[in-house]
C-alpha cells in the first residue's frame, strides 16, 4: 500500500514512530507497513475498539498536493466491491494526510508467495479472478489503478483478495488516457506498461501490469530484468521471454493468452481485463494436448480394438440425421453471481443445491426457483457438493484449500422453512490439498472424496473414520462414482484413466483400468443397473464400458465412445432408467443421447442451446422427467428434454 514519491516532497528518514498517537478516532497500535513516504500503522478505535489500517503520509505536501489527495481519498470511500479494500473515511490532523481502511490480517500476495517460487496454475487463476473483477469495477467508472502489483493486493479475513493502493488511480479522459509528464510518473517498473513509461496511461495499462504478475507467477521471475533504466526500455522495446522456457510444463494456450496480455499495443491486448481473465481460466482448463485437436477418426485407443463411433464420426454431414434442438428452459435460476460449478439434486426431487465461483452454495427449489438458503465457506474456490441419499444432508468442501468436508443438515423439507445445520464434529479431515470431487455412497454409509492430492479417501460416515486411501492414480483426481450396490468406486482424472476398485480393504483393491481416453478424464458415471461406467474427458467423447472386466475386453463388446460435441466434455449423467446418457461441453451445449445401443449414435437425439458459456454440470432429476444444466454463464437452467414443447422445437 505504498505511495510512490511523483507528487511528494520529503525523505524518508524523516518519518518518525507513530505508535500509541491518536489520529482519527483512532489510536495506533503497530506498524503493518512502509513505503517510500507513507507508513500503514493499525488501528483501534479509540470507543469501539474496531480495528482498521492508518495510512499516514509522512511527507511535507503543498495545499495543492494536500487538496488533490483528499479528492482521490474521497474517491475511493465510493468504491464498494468484495475484492476492493474497503476505505471508511479520510482526512488531515496538523497537516498529516491519513486514510482509514479495513484491516486485511493475513497481509499480502507478494508476503504470501516471495518472488521466485512459481505457484500453481489453479491458484494463480483464482487470484486473476479476483483482481481482475476489482479493475473491471473501477475501469467501469474510468479509473486506472496504475500500479498493480502483489505489494498491492492485501488478504482478507477470509483469505479473499482485496485490492488496494487506489491512492494513485487517476480518472481517464473519454479518450482512455491523459497526457502526463515522465518525470510523475507513478507506478512499478518492473509491472508497468510501455505506455504508461512513456507518460500515456490507460485503462489497459492495469492488463499489462497484471498480465506481468501471472508471468511472475507461473514463472517465479518478472518477464524483465536489470537496472530499472534497462526494465523499463525492455517494455517498450524487447518482447517477453516465452514462459515455457522457463515453465516448460504450462499449457501452451495458458502462454499464449498471458503473452496477449502482454502485448505492447493497448489495441491488441484483450477488449478488457475481465476477458483476460476468462480467458486464463478457460486455457487453464483446457490444457489440451496435440492430439486433441486431430481428426475424431485419427485417434487412436490403446485397446486391441478400435472404436466403432471413432470411424462413423468421418461420415459426411449430408448422412446424419438431424436432432431436435431445445432452446426455451423450463426454469432459469440466477442466484450465482459467478460461474456454476457443480449442482446436485436431492433424492426427493424438490430441492437442488448448487455451488459457484461466488464461492457459496445455495439451496433452493427446483419448483419456483426460490432460494432457501445461502452458505459460504473459507476456501476462495467454488465448493464442492453432494447430497445423502435420503436428501437429509449436504456434504461440502470447506477449509482455506477446500481440502476438508463439512457435513450439513438441511431441516425440514418445508421449502418455506429450510435451513441448514452444522451437527459437532461433522467434518472429515485428511486431505491436504484441494477436493475436487466428492460421492456419497448409496446406501448412505460412507463418503469418498480425491483432488489434487492424487488418493482417494473413504469415510465411514458413522464414526468419521478413514477406511480406505486409494493411491492408484498418478495425477489429481477430478471425478468419483459409486456403483449403485455401494460395492466399488470409479475415479478418473489427469492422468487418463479410469480405476474400478473396492474401497473393502485400507488401500483399496483394483478391479479395472480403463485406457481408452486420450486427455484429463473430467466425470465418470456409473449406470442404474451397475454393469457400465460413463466416463467424460477433455479428448471430446464420452466413453460407455463395462466396469467390471479385469481383462478390458468388455466381454468382447466394443466400448461405446459418442464423438458428438465439438470441445472437451466436462460432465455425463444416466438417466434413471438408465436408457440415456446427458453429456455437457465447453461448446455450451447439453447432448442427449441413447446409450443401449451396440453402437454409439453419431449425433444426439436432443441438444440443449439455452447456455451462453461452457456447461460444467449437469443431472438428471429423479424422476427423470427433467434435466438441471449448470454453467459458465453464472445459471442452472431446468428443461425437460421430451415434452411437448420440446418436440416442437425440432429443426
Given at each position: 500500500?505504498?505511495?510512490?514519491?511523483?507528487?511528494?516532497?520529503?525523505?524518508?528518514?524523516?518519518?518518525?514512530?507513530?505508535?500509541?498517537?491518536?489520529?482519527?478516532?483512532?489510536?495506533?497500535?503497530?506498524?503493518?507497513?512502509?513505503?517510500?513516504?507513507?507508513?500503514?500503522?493499525?488501528?483501534?478505535?479509540?470507543?469501539?475498539?474496531?480495528?482498521?489500517?492508518?495510512?499516514?503520509?509522512?511527507?511535507?505536501?503543498?495545499?495543492?498536493?494536500?487538496?488533490e489527495?483528499?479528492?482521490?481519498?474521497?474517491?475511493l470511500?465510493?468504491?464498494?466491491?468484495?475484492?476492493?479494500?474497503?476505505?471508511?473515511?479520510?482526512?488531515?490532523?496538523?497537516?498529516?494526510p491519513?486514510i482509514?481502511?479495513?484491516?486485511?490480517?493475513?497481509?499480502?500476495?507478494?508476503?504470501?508467495?516471495?518472488?521466485?517460487?512459481?505457484?500453481?496454475?489453479?491458484?494463480?487463476?483464482?487470484?486473476?479472478?479476483?483482481?481482475?473483477?476489482?479493475?473491471?469495477?473501477?475501469?467501469?467508472?474510468?479509473?486506472?489503478?496504475?500500479?498493480?502489483?502483489?505489494?498491492?493486493?492485501?488478504?482478507?479475513?477470509?483469505?479473499?483478495?482485496?485490492?488496494?493502493?487506489?491512492?494513485?488511480?487517476?480518472?481517464?479522459?473519454?479518450?482512455?488516457?491523459?497526457?502526463?509528464?515522465?518525470?510523475?510518473?507513478?507506478?512499478?517498473?518492473?509491472?508497468?506498461?510501455?505506455?504508461?513509461?512513456?507518460?500515456r496511461?490507460?485503462?489497459?495499462?492495469?492488463?499489462?501490469?497484471?498480465?506481468?504478475?501471472?508471468?511472475?507467477?507461473?514463472t517465479?521471475?518478472?518477464?524483465?530484468?536489470?537496472?530499472?533504466?534497462?526494465?523499463?526500455?525492455?517494455?517498450?522495446?524487447?518482447?517477453?521471454?516465452?514462459?515455457?522456457?522457463?515453465?516448460?510444463?504450462?499449457?501452451?494456450?495458458?502462454?499464449?493468452?498471458v503473452?496477449?496480455?502482454?502485448?505492447k499495443?493497448?489495441?491488441?491486448?484483450?477488449?478488457?481485463?475481465?476477458?483476460?481473465?476468462?480467458?486464463?481460466?478457460?486455457?487453464?482448463?483446457?490444457?489440451?494436448?496435440?492430439?486433441?485437436?486431430?481428426?475424431?477418426?485419427?485417434?487412436?485407443?490403446?485397446?486391441?480394438?478400435a472404436?466403432?463411433?471413432?470411424?462413423?464420426?468421418?461420415?459426411?454431414?449430408?448422412?446424419?440425421?438431424p436432432?431436435?434442438?431445445?432452446?426455451?428452459?423450463?426454469?432459469?435460476?440466477?442466484?450465482?453471481?459467478?460461474?456454476?460449478?457443480?449442482?446436485?439434486?436431492?433424492?426427493?426431487?424438490?430441492?437442488?443445491?448448487?455451488?459457484?465461483?461466488?464461492?457459496?452454495?445455495?439451496?433452493?427449489?427446483?419448483?419456483?426457483?426460490?432460494?432457501?438458503?445461502?452458505?459460504?465457506?473459507?476456501?476462495?474456490?467454488?465448493?464442492?457438493?453432494?447430497?445423502?441419499?435420503?436428501?437429509?444432508?449436504?456434504?461440502?468442501?470447506?477449509?482455506?484449500?477446500?481440502?476438508?468436508?463439512?457435513?450439513?443438515?438441511?431441516?425440514?423439507?418445508?421449502?418455506?422453512?429450510?435451513?441448514?445445520?452444522?451437527?459437532?464434529?461433522?467434518?472429515?479431515?485428511?486431505?491436504?490439498?484441494?477436493?475436487?470431487?466428492?460421492?456419497?455412497?448409496?446406501?448412505?454409509?460412507?463418503?469418498?472424496?480425491?483432488?489434487?492430492?492424487?488418493?482417494?479417501?473413504?469415510w465411514?460416515?458413522?464414526?468419521?473414520?478413514?477406511?480406505?486411501?486409494y493411491?492408484?492414480?498418478?495425477?489429481?483426481?477430478?471425478?468419483?462414482?459409486?456403483?449403485?450396490?455401494?460395492?466399488?468406486?470409479?475415479?478418473?482424472?489427469?492422468?487418463r484413466?479410469?480405476?474400478?476398485?473396492?474401497?473393502?480393504?485400507?488401500?483399496?483393491?483394483?478391479?479395472?483400468?480403463?485406457?481408452?481416453?486420450?486427455?484429463?478424464?473430467?466425470?465418470?458415471?456409473?449406470?442404474?443397473?451397475?454393469?457400465?461406467?460413463?466416463?467424460?474427458?477433455?479428448?471430446q467423447?464420452?466413453?460407455?464400458?463395462?466396469?467390471?472386466?479385469?481383462?478390458?475386453?468388455?466381454?468382447?463388446?466394443?466400448?461405446?465412445c459418442?464423438?458428438?460435441h465439438?470441445?472437451?466434455?466436462?460432465?455425463?449423467?444416466?438417466?434413471?432408467?438408465?436408457?440415456?446418457?446427458?453429456?455437457?461441453?465447453?461448446?455450451?451445449?447439453?447432448?442427449?443421447?441413447?446409450?443401449?445401443?451396440?453402437?454409439?449414435?453419431?449425433?444426439?437425439?436432443?441438444?440443449?442451446?439455452?447456455?451462453?458459456?461452457?456447461?460444467?454440470?449437469?443431472?438428471?432429476?429423479?424422476?427423470?422427467?427433467?434435466?438441471?444444466?449448470?454453467?459458465?454463464?453464472?445459471?442452472?437452467?431446468?428443461?425437460?428434454?421430451?415434452?411437448?414443447?420440446?418436440?416442437?422445437?425440432?429443426?
Amino acid at each position: 500500500m505504498a505511495a510512490k514519491a511523483g507528487t511528494l516532497r520529503g525523505e524518508k528518514s524523516a518519518m518518525v514512530s507513530r505508535i500509541d498517537q491518536r489520529l482519527g478516532g483512532y489510536r495506533l497500535v503497530r506498524l503493518l507497513g512502509q513505503g517510500h513516504m507513507t507508513r500503514v500503522y493499525l488501528g483501534e478505535h479509540l470507543r469501539t475498539g474496531a480495528q482498521a489500517a492508518l495510512k499516514v503520509v509522512e511527507a511535507q505536501l503543498s495545499s495543492q498536493e494536500l487538496a488533490e489527495l483528499l479528492i482521490r481519498a474521497q474517491i475511493l470511500t465510493r468504491l464498494e466491491h468484495p475484492h476492493i479494500v474497503r476505505v471508511f473515511d479520510f482526512g488531515a490532523e496538523d497537516g498529516q494526510p491519513f486514510i482509514v481502511m479495513a484491516y486485511a490480517p493475513h497481509g499480502t500476495l507478494r508476503e504470501r508467495h516471495p518472488r521466485g517460487i512459481p505457484l500453481p496454475l489453479p491458484t494463480v487463476v483464482s487470484y486473476v479472478r479476483q483482481v481482475a473483477a476489482a479493475l473491471q469495477y473501477i475501469h467501469g467508472y474510468k479509473l486506472i489503478h496504475r500500479d498493480i502489483k502483489p505489494h498491492n493486493m492485501l488478504l482478507g479475513p477470509d483469505n479473499q483478495v482485496w485490492l488496494s493502493d487506489f491512492d494513485i488511480a487517476t480518472v481517464a479522459r473519454s479518450a482512455g488516457y491523459r497526457r502526463e509528464k515522465l518525470q510523475a510518473f507513478e507506478g512499478t517498473v518492473p509491472y508497468a506498461a510501455p505506455e504508461q513509461l512513456r507518460g500515456r496511461p490507460r485503462l489497459a495499462s492495469d492488463q499489462y501490469a497484471l498480465g506481468v504478475v501471472v508471468y511472475e507467477w507461473l514463472t517465479g521471475e518478472w518477464p524483465f530484468l536489470g537496472t530499472t533504466q534497462e526494465i523499463a526500455l525492455q517494455h517498450q522495446i524487447a518482447p517477453p521471454p516465452p514462459l515455457r522456457e522457463r515453465a516448460p510444463t504450462l499449457p501452451p494456450l495458458v502462454e499464449q493468452v498471458v503473452l496477449r496480455a502482454l502485448a505492447k499495443d493497448p489495441n491488441e491486448r484483450f477488449p478488457s481485463v475481465e476477458e483476460f481473465a476468462r480467458e486464463l481460466e478457460r486455457a487453464s482448463r483446457q490444457e489440451r494436448l496435440p492430439l486433441s485437436s486431430l481428426p475424431r477418426s485419427q485417434f487412436k485407443s490403446p485397446l486391441p480394438f478400435a472404436p466403432a463411433a471413432a470411424q462413423s464420426a468421418a461420415a459426411p454431414a449430408a448422412e446424419l440425421s438431424p436432432s431436435s434442438v431445445v432452446t426455451t428452459p423450463r426454469l432459469v435460476y440466477r442466484g450465482h453471481s459467478a460461474r456454476v460449478a457443480s449442482l446436485a439434486w436431492a433424492s426427493h426431487g424438490r430441492y437442488l443445491a448448487s455451488s459457484s465461483q461466488d464461492e457459496s452454495v445455495q439451496i433452493w427449489d427446483s419448483r419456483s426457483g426460490e432460494t432457501l438458503l445461502v452458505q459460504h465457506g473459507l476456501s476462495l474456490e467454488a465448493p464442492v457438493i453432494a447430497w445423502s441419499p435420503d436428501g437429509l444432508y449436504l456434504a461440502m468442501t470447506d477449509g482455506l484449500l477446500s481440502e476438508v468436508v463439512q457435513l450439513l443438515a438441511v431441516l425440514p423439507h418445508d421449502a418455506r422453512a429450510a435451513r441448514l445445520e452444522s451437527p459437532a464434529g461433522a467434518r472429515y479431515e485428511g486431505l491436504n490439498e484441494r477436493i475436487l470431487a466428492l460421492a456419497w455412497s448409496p446406501d448412505g454409509k460412507y463418503l469418498a472424496a480425491a483432488g489434487e492430492e492424487q488418493v482417494v479417501l473413504v469415510w465411514e460416515m458413522a464414526t468419521r473414520r478413514v477406511v480406505c486411501t486409494y493411491r492408484g492414480h498418478h495425477g489429481s483426481i477430478a471425478a468419483l462414482a459409486w456403483s449403485p450396490d455401494s460395492r466399488q468406486l470409479a475415479s478418473g482424472g489427469e492422468d487418463r484413466t479410469v480405476h474400478v476398485w473396492e474401497p473393502t480393504a485400507s488401500t483399496g483393491g483394483n478391479i479395472r483400468i480403463y485406457y481408452g481416453h486420450h486427455d484429463k478424464v473430467n466425470a465418470v458415471a456409473w449406470s442404474p443397473d451397475g454393469r457400465f461406467v460413463a466416463s467424460a474427458s477433455d479428448d471430446q467423447s464420452v466413453q460407455v464400458w463395462e466396469a467390471r472386466d479385469p481383462r478390458g475386453l468388455d466381454s468382447g463388446r466394443e466400448p461405446l465412445c459418442y464423438y458428438g460435441h465439438d470441445g472437451g466434455v466436462t460432465c455425463v449423467a444416466w438417466s434413471p432408467d438408465g436408457r440415456l446418457l446427458a453429456s455437457g461441453s465447453v461448446d455450451e451445449q447439453v447432448h442427449v443421447w441413447r446409450a443401449d445401443g451396440e453402437v454409439a449414435p453419431v449425433t444426439p437425439l436432443l441438444s440443449y442451446r439455452g447456455h451462453s458459456d461452457w456447461v460444467s454440470t449437469v443431472a438428471w432429476s429423479p424422476t427423470g422427467d427433467a434435466l438441471a444444466s449448470g454453467s459458465w454463464d453464472g445459471t442452472v437452467q431446468i428443461w425437460e428434454p421430451f415434452s411437448e414443447k420440446a418436440a416442437a422445437t425440432d429443426n
